[in-house]
């Protein structure tokens, strides 16, 4: 029976002359024959390799900012960049630039695209900004976004390095595609510390590529994932990679309908994690057997947590007795917020034990809580002795005169609680009398926070200054301990027949400039206060301090009335007082080290 061969003919070729091009790469050729009936050997088809088939790769132009552009040309570059695009301006980006023209080469605190309808064009058009303009954060919330637009986006954030944050959350049109693209992103942007995406749908597929983001290549510390029905399998694979994760400080989990389940996770994800600082579960379901799963995990740490909220999760007073025990055992719990649950004053008084034996909590929230004057009673004993406590608060709870009344005498006993939220007006006081008690003992409890946060704001001001005077005196030490420390040239002689070799260390200026100032970039000399002048006066006969004399100095400060969260505006005036006082500043001749008091001991 006869062979039969397809042949497709010979190839040809185009011939390339080695001396056209310099780049010319030489070629194999390889020959393939076929069998014919009768035997003989004809070329069908001739292929040839290239030895090498990348000749070179690069990377792409790193981008330097015109640092020349103003605002306005950066106004007229993007109208023309719109009108190329045939697309209308934001009023919301020309309002931005112009708001900071002045300062519009430093990061700007907000850059908001927040309920704009974006499409391709527009955001094509918005590439002349970011060419010019970075942020802090950058917020693209309920912006219509879809992938295409997502993908340019990101595009553009990772070439112009835009922001430090980023918002891209109730964006209902985003695909779990997506998704791929904020990997993408998160992966090459070490400059992204923060991601929000609130009101964001989870599939399975999105959510694997955000947890492999998390657990691979994101230099995230901050993470809000709010409102995005985060529960089951989704919250499996976050917890999952959170236990590898080493970079992520603060993780906001509210208002997904977590279960006792989902917090079992969260227990085992914080058994192995010790570096998330802030975990927010406020408005959820985890119930009393979920604080259990958390308690258990926390347990487990040496450090880590510093703040747990629990708003609105169904506890009880069952929750307070395991978080009692975690608070005698944890070291760095700081900030405890149990608002908004059915605790009662036996929760209250379950929590007092475990507050007694802690010494690192500091803000305390118990809001709504459903507490009376049995259950304030119990937190007055726990103000009266505690040494770390800033801030209570204890609004829309039945306090009535009887609380309000152990909580003033607590106080009085306290200098480090400068923040007592209570209700104004009581609440089911029904006799007048009561009610003017009461609003007595209010009024008071307020001028001893006044007292507390004045003395507070007095010693920071002092340890401030005393930083930049123990700055001062160390740089003086060093710099005079190294001059005395040269020498002169030194001849080291060999005992063979080479010639002596003159070497000489480095001078003690040089030392000083090379390293001690790279160290303390931020901390200059010249920003120092000056200390007093007998203490670095060069004169010999100016009186110096001996070694066990010390210079004491004293702080007075004027306070004007001025809203909390904005703090107090301090005047601080420093004063040389001959007596020393129990929490006046104290210069030794020989070290510098803290005194019992917790103020700093200076030493030169």
């Not at 499409?119 to 919330?141: A, K």
């Not at 999760?313 to 069952?318: A, E, G, M, S």
């Not at 379950?350 to 118990?366: D, Q």
Request: hydrophobic share 35%; net charge negative.
């Amino acid at each position: 029976m006869p062979e039969y061969f397809i042949s497709t003919g010979p190839s040809q070729l185009p011939v390339r002359d080695e001396s056209d091009s310099e780049s010319f790469h030489r070629e194999r050729t390889r020959t393939v024959y076929t069998t014919s009936s009768r035997g003989s050997s004809i070329p069908e088809r001739t292929i040839r390799f290239r030895e090498q088939l990348v000749s070179f790769s690069s990377s792409p132009p790193s981008f330097n900012r015109d640092l020349s552009v103003t605002a306005a040309d950066v106004i007229v570059k993007y109208k023309a960049s719109c009108e190329h695009y045939k697309v209308r301006p934001l009023t919301t980006i020309i309002t931005t630039i112009e708001e900071y023209s002045e300062n519009l080469f430093d990061r700007i605190p907000l850059l908001s695209l927040k309920e704009e309808k974006l499409d391709s064009r527009i955001v094509e058009s918005l590439e002349e900004v970011f060419r010019n303009v970075q942020c802090n954060v950058l917020d693209l919330e309920n912006s219509n976004l879809d992938d295409q637009c997502a993908s340019a986006l990101f595009d553009m954030v990772e070439y112009y390095e835009t922001a430090f944050c980023v918002k891209i959350g109730a964006n209902a049109r985003l695909t779990p595609h997506c998704w791929l693209y904020v990997y993408q992103l998160l992966r090459r942007c070490p400059f992204i510390t923060e991601f929000h995406c609130q009101h964001s749908e989870f599939f399975d597929n999105a959510m694997v590529f955000f947890a492999r983001s998390l657990r691979n290549c994101s230099f995230l510390t901050t993470l809000h994932i709010e409102q995005c029905h985060l529960s089951g399998r989704q919250l499996l694979l976050l917890a999952t990679a959170m236990k590898i994760n080493i970079y992520l400080k603060e993780l906001y989990l509210g208002s997904n309908g977590l279960t006792s389940q989902d917090a079992m996770q969260l227990g085992g994800m914080l058994k192995f994690n010790s570096n998330l600082e802030v975990l927010d579960l406020r408005n959820n379901v985890i119930n009393d057997t979920g604080v259990v799963y958390l308690c258990e995990g926390l347990k487990d740490q040496i450090a880590g947590l510093q703040s747990l909220t629990l708003w609105n999760n169904q506890l009880t007073k069952f929750s307070c007795q395991y978080l009692a025990g975690l608070l005698s055992i944890h070291k760095t719990l700081d900030s405890l917020n149990l608002g908004a649950n059915d605790l009662k004053n036996e929760g209250a008084c379950y929590l007092k034990e475990g507050l007694l034996r802690s010494n690192s909590i500091v803000k305390l929230g118990l809001n709504s809580t459903k507490i009376e004057s049995e259950g304030a009673v119990a937190i007055a004993e726990f103000i009266a002795v505690s040494q770390t406590i800033v801030r209570i608060d204890l609004r829309e709870n039945i306090l009535r005169t009887a609380g309000l009344m152990a909580l003033a005498h607590a106080v009085k006993l306290n200098y480090t609680i400068h923040r007592l939220d209570i209700d104004e007006v009581p609440r089911r006081e029904s006799l007048r009398d009561f009610q003017s008690i009461y609003l007595e003992f209010a009024e008071q409890i307020q001028f001893l926070l006044r007292r507390n946060k004045s003395i507070a704001d007095e010693s920071e001001a002092r340890k401030a200054i005393l930083a930049r005077q123990a700055s001062y005196f160390a740089r003086s030490s060093i710099s005079s301990r190294l001059d005395q420390d040269s020498g002169p040239c030194i001849e080291s002689y060999d005992h063979g027949n080479q010639p002596p070799v003159a070497t000489r260390e480095r001078s003690p200026s040089t030392l000083y400039k090379l390293g001690w100032q790279q160290a303390n970039d931020t901390d200059d000399t010249e920003h120092c206060e000056e200390p007093d002048s007998s203490l670095t006066s060069n004169d010999p006969t100016a009186q110096k301090p001996s070694s066990s004399e010390t210079s004491t100095f004293s702080t007075s400060a004027e306070y004007t009335d001025a809203p909390f969260d904005g703090g107090e505006r301090v005047e601080v005036k420093t004063v040389k007082d001959t007596e020393a006082s129990d929490d006046a500043l104290s210069f030794n001749s020989s070290d510098i080290n803290f005194v019992s008091n917790g103020d700093y001991q200076v030493s030169v």
